[in-house]
T-cell receptor, first 112, second 114 residues
Framework: GDSVTQMEGPVTLSEEAFLTINCTYT??????LFWYVQYPGEGLQLLLK?????DKGSNKGFEATYRKETTSFHLEKGSVQVSDSAVYFC???????????FGKGTTLSVSS | KAGVTQTPRYLIKTRGQQVTLSCSPI?????VSWYQQTPGQGLQFLFE???????NKGNFPGRFSGRQFSNSRSEMNVSTLELGDSALYLC?????????????FGAGTRLSVL
């Protein structure tokens, strides 16, 4: 079945460091891909999305490119801030588009 | 525009009881989905409703059920609670159903089963 694999955390970085969180997927058809972020005690917020191959999603300095040939959707940010500390989830839609399938989540901790 | 509202935010129940959680979607959204989040299993899809019809169901026992009302508000019910049902239950709404529709999440209901 469809699945998402993302790198295990936690990821610990200093402020202004470069961030990469790897995400690969297995899916039939052409799913849409998403990154969601969860701050402590809150629900999920959509960070960015891509709906077809080679699309680049971007938001708040974060970017991810839908790579069909490598089935990947890696999240990157050039310079992280303390306020970026959160749990990041990579997700895809199932073939019917009725459910999101999530990776296990990656905890990011940024120190000043 | 108000976001997705889930009530209550916190619940404590004992084994064997039943519980009902409520979700009010963003105004105009017709699709509501429910997810369970636990440290061990992560985020797992429970079910999706669109125009009062369940369109998809995840791999959960029949103790988990839901419904959607004509105003798109949704409830989920868990009967005969087990300790393993302790989790954060998240509701998400989207305008329509389908792969390109963005799901917007509420803050969740944290259920503790003692």
């Amino acid at each position: 079945g469809d699945s998402v694999t993302q790198m295990e955390g936690p990821v610990t970085l200093s402020e202004e460091a470069f961030l990469t969180i790897n995400c690969t997927y297995t899916a039939t058809g052409y799913p849409s891909l998403f990154w969601y972020v969860q701050y402590p005690g809150e629900g999920l917020q959509l960070l960015l999305k891509a709906t077809k191959a080679d699309d680049k999603g971007s938001n708040k300095g974060f970017e991810a490119t839908y790579r069909k040939e490598t089935t990947s959707f890696h999240l990157e940010k050039g310079s992280v801030q303390v306020s970026d500390s959160a749990v990041y989830f990579c997700a895809l839609t199932n073939q019917a588009g009725t459910a999101l399938i999530f990776g296990k989540g990656t905890t990011l901790s940024v120190s000043s | 525009k108000a976001g997705v509202t889930q009530t209550p935010r916190y619940l404590i129940k004992t084994r064997g009881q039943q519980v009902t959680l409520s979700c009010s979607p963003i105004s105009g959204h017709r699709s509501v989905s429910w997810y369970q989040q636990t440290p061990g299993q992560g985020l797992q899809f429970l079910f999706e409703y669109f125009s009062e019809t369940q369109r998809n169901k995840g791999n959960f026992p029949g103790r988990f059920s839901g419904r959607q009302f004509s105003n798109s508000r949704s409830e989920m019910n868990v009967s005969t609670l087990e300790l393993g049902d302790s989790a954060l239950y998240l509701c998400a709404s989207s305008l329509e159903t389908g792969a390109k529709n963005i799901q917007y999440f509420g803050a969740g209901t944290r259920l503790s089963v003692l």
